[in-house]
Each structure stands twice: as C-alpha cells, then as structure tokens.
C-alpha cells in the first residue's frame, strides 16, 4: 500500500454505504428533472405551477404564523406564570401532535359540511329548506387547510418554544421589572428575543411539515406543489414532469432552511452560567388565571380531542367496522411495514452514528448531517425518487433471472413492501440519527476506552458498553419512526404494492369516499398509538 494511503475500514465503508443509500431518491429526482422523457417544464411554468406554488406559499405562510402565535403563546404562559390547570396542560398541548392532519380535516369537514349536525341544526332551528336560505363558508377550502394543519403542528413550536423560555435566567426580568416594563413588553423585549431561534427552528418544521401534507389539501381541494406531483404522474403519466415539481419543493425546502439559519446566524444570545437562576413563575389568580386556562385548553380541544370525539363517536356508532376484515389486514400490514422501518432505520443510524465517531475520517464525517435531507424532503418527493430508480433495478434484475433460469420472478423490491420500508427509511433517518448521535454524546469517553484498553472490538464495545446505555434512546427513536412511519400517507399512496393497504392509506380511502364510519376504527389506532409516543416524549420531557 502506497505511503499514505490509509485503508478503507468496515466502519468507513459501512457510514459511506448508508449515506448513499440515504441520498440515492434526492439524486434521482434531480436526474430525473434534468433528464426527462418528455420535457413539460415549459407547459408546467404557463399553466399550472404558478397556483401550485402560490398555494404552497400561502399555506405555508399561514401555517407558520398560525403555529408560531399558538406555539409561543402557549409555551410563555406555561413556562412563565401559575394558573389552574398548568400541570396537565402543559403535558395536553402536545396531544395534538397524535393526531394525523388529515383525520382532523375529516372531522372538521364531517362536523361541519352541508350534511354535518350544525348545519342540519341550523336548518331545523330556522325552518331552512336548503343551502340557499342562509350563508355558510366554505370547509373544503384553503384558510380550512391552515386550520387543520396549524392545529395539529403547533406543538413543535410549542415544545421548543417552553424549552426556550423555562432555560432563560430570571434576572434579566428582574431588571425589565425594576424598570417599568410590564408583562407585555418583558415578554416581546426580553423574552422572545431570547427564545426567537427556538420558535424560529419550530416554525421552520411545521413549514415543512406542511409541504409535506398531501391528506388534507387534496380533501380539501386546494392544489399545491405535492397535489401537483400526484396529479402530474399518475394522471399525466409524466414522471419528468413530476420530479420537475418536485425540485421547486426541494428548492424551497432548501431556501427555507437557509434563511431560518442565517436569521440565528445574525442574532446570537449568551446567558452567564454564574447568574443562570430560573425564572420565578408569576401567579395569575380570578378572571386572569381561567383565560390563560381557556387559551391554553383551545388549541388542545380543537387540534386533538374534537377530531378524537368525532372519531370515537363514528366508531361507536358504527361498531361493525372494527371487525372489518379490510382493517385488520391494514393493521398488520401497518405493524409490519412501520415495525420494519424503524428497526432498519434506527439500526443503520447507530451503526453510521458511532462508525463516524470510531473512524474519525472526514469525508463519513460530513456525509452525516447530509443524510437528514430525508426528513426535509416531502413523502410525495421520496416516493418518485424511490420508485423510478428501484423500477429499473427491478426489471434489470428480472431480466437476468430470466435469462438465466427461464424464471420470471416478477417486480421484487416495487412489487412488495421493500420500496415502502426503504422510503420510510429515508424519511425518518433523521430521527434516529439524531437520537443516537446524542445518546452516544452522552457517555463519557472513559468507559469505551476502558473496554478497548481490555481487549475489546469497536464492535464489542457498542455492544457491551454503549448499547446498555443507550435502550432508552433507542427505545425512544423506535417508537417515534414507528408512529411516523404509521402516519406517512404520500409515500404509501406512491410506493405501497396492488391491494396493500396501511392504516393511513385506509383512513385516506375511506374518508375520501365519504365513508368515516369505516375509516374512524383505523383513526383512532393511529390515534392511539401515538398518544403513547406523546406521553412518552413528555415525561422525557418533563425528567430533564
């Protein structure tokens, strides 16, 4: 071996190996826009990308500012002031985040329609024939759409926004009190300068998030950059056409991101550790305390136990439809498909995580943060690049099976549930990278030094030494890809096989053919499982 050159160990091979399985759908979509079979950009451009994007822009603007108002206000009268009810609601405003978009847009539409019980009250209270004796508006449109999305992503705000304010030193108001400074102007002069790089990165989530939804704008009706992706390729049969689209959400995703960095960039706050005493909450007694108690209770009520009640009261009603065979085979499907993902996911994140840390190697080194673009990228995205590439591997590898064995194996990785675990994969990389990027951060150096100093492997040091430490974390970002896994709904629709159906997938088809009696058992699963993953994440929370 020449002077220099150092060889390529296991740990190295293996991080880089992941990294390209991560990147392969982003770099396939970009192949497949530059390179199209038939080039629609120009058509795209004149006709409808501009009310895909316009669309887009709008809801992402007012998911943001709804999220950002919700998310901040609520966190600053937890973390700041004492008031009926704090303690459970400060555990109750992560609830919504249990609850898919989509199955609240199927509530609200459900509760509210033309043929929902208070429309149908209102006409038997006023003696109305029909629609044209009094004025309603409209559910199926887009200011519904933020709505829903903004109620049920506001706890991303939320929880990073109460970290923010609980972590401030309580001097600063101390001083802004001696001052002058009411309770209005410490909160927008002292307070949420300090927190503002917190509600910025939440804001930024729930920006994405929102690109990302596909349930509830196509419920809706509301034609976004994702709808635009569906209908490009599947109804226009042009693949091109849809990756074209989607690099203008993966450019905005990107712009998106870059501005959110730059703007912490440009601000930076210090607190002195010496001075660091937490903030001493304020006591809001009579009138005061129950408002701040109604404000916090609202966004709980409307983002998780309306779309729950209507949800249980369908099932209920309809009590038929939790032995219905359709759902018991997309509950398994679900368990197995989620299940799946999140053991791969989190298994090729610890090993690329502390194969990074062993080889101490540049080029792993930098791929790492480059392989949670997955979590940026929208599930509709995802799917046409996972799909588009593993077609083609899948008819090269049938074509040499037939050639030599006679055999026709058929499509393997599309043809089954391989395509879905692998985009799942991909879209939640990010959680169990960064879960166990802090577990290992968390252990100190001297442990597996000892290990190695006794003869251990790097390998027999992850497993007897950081493994047993790490079951927390790992049980943690389990879960979490679980619960998402069981919640994505554009890639399923994409990638999932003929006649397959997943609990989302099955709450999607239902609903969509007005049908939330059969859909409302799948919901509430769903419902119920991550109810557990956000109880979980609370109590970690609140043990910190």
């Not at 002077?3 to 991560?22: E, F, H, N, Q, T």
């Not at 550790?273 to 304020?282: F, G, I």
């Amino acid at each position: 071996m020449a002077p220099g050159i150092r060889r390529l160990d296991l740990w190295s091979a293996g991080a880089l190996a992941i990294a390209a399985l991560v990147l392969v759908p982003i770099v396939a979509v970009f192949w497949l826009a530059a390179f199209p079979s038939e080039n629609i950009w120009p058509h795209l451009i004149a006709t409808v990308l501009p009310r895909y994007l316009g669309n887009t822009l709008v809801l992402m603007t007012g998911v943001g500012l709804l999220t950002a108002v919700v998310g901040t206000g609520t966190a600053w009268l937890v973390a700041m002031h004492d008031f009926p009810g704090r303690a459970w609601l400060s555990w109750a405003l992560l609830m919504p985040l249990a609850i898919p978009a989509y199955v609240g847009a199927y509530a609200l539409v459900d509760f509210l329609d033309y043929a929902g019980p208070v429309q149908t009250a209102l006409r038997a209270t006023f003696g109305w024939t029909g629609a044209g004796d009094y004025v309603f508006p409209s559910i199926r449109s887009l200011p519904s759409a933020v709505l829903v999305i903004g109620l049920s992503l506001y706890p991303y705000v939320y929880l990073l926004a109460r970290a923010a304010f609980s972590e401030q030193s309580g001097a600063g108001y101390e001083v802004a009190r001696a001052l002058g400074a009411g309770p209005w102007r410490r909160f927008l002069r002292v307070g949420l300068p300090l927190a503002r790089p917190a509600v910025a990165a939440g804001v930024a989530v729930t920006m994405m998030e929102t690109v990302n939804d596909f349930g509830v704008v196509d419920f809706f009706g509301v034609q976004t950059l994702t709808t635009g992706i569906f209908s490009t390729w599947l109804s226009g049969g042009n693949a091109g056409g849809a990756a074209q689209i989607a690099c203008v959400i993966l450019v905005l995703i990107a712009g998106l991101v870059l501005v959110e960095r730059q703007s912490r960039a440009s601000r930076r706050f210090w607190q002195a550790a010496r001075s660091q005493r937490p903030v001493a909450r304020t006591a809001l007694r009579g009138a005061r305390g129950w408002t701040a108690t109604l404000a916090c209770a609202v966004p709980v009520i409307l983002g998780f136990v309306f779309p729950a009640g209507v949800m249980a009261w369908h099932s209920v009603v309809s009590a038929e439809g939790w032995l219905a065979p359709g759902l018991i085979r997309a509950l398994v499907n679900t368990l197995v498909v989620a299940g799946a993902a999140a053991v791969v996911t989190v298994s090729l994140a610890l090993f690329m995580t502390y194969g990074v840390r062993m080889t101490g190697r540049t080029l792993p080194r930098r791929l790492l943060p480059v392989t949670t673009v997955g979590y940026a990228a929208p599930g509709a995205v995802l799917g046409l690049g996972v799909l588009i590439p593993l077609a083609a591997l899948d008819n090269q590898v049938a074509d040499a099976v037939v050639a030599l064995t006679g055999h026709d194996p058929g499509l393997i990785l599309t043809g089954s549930s391989a395509a879905l675990v692998f985009a799942y994969v991909v879209r939640f990389f990010a959680i169990g990278q960064g879960a166990a990027d802090a577990a290992l951060g968390r252990i100190p150096p001297s442990l597996p030094m000892a290990a190695r100093s006794l003869g251990r492997t790097p390998g027999g040091v992850l497993r007897a030494v950081h493994l047993p430490l790490m079951r927390g974390s790992v049980a943690m970002a389990l879960l979490l890809v679980f619960v998402d896994a069981m919640k994505e709904l554009p890639a399923t629709l994409l990638l999932r096989p003929f006649n397959f159906n997943t609990l989302a997938t099955r709450v999607h088809d239902q609903a969509s053919l007005e049908r939330l009696a059969q859909a409302a058992p799948a919901a509430l699963v769903i419902t119920g499982v991550g109810l557990i993953a956000v109880l979980l994440l609370a109590r970690a929370d609140a043990s910190r």
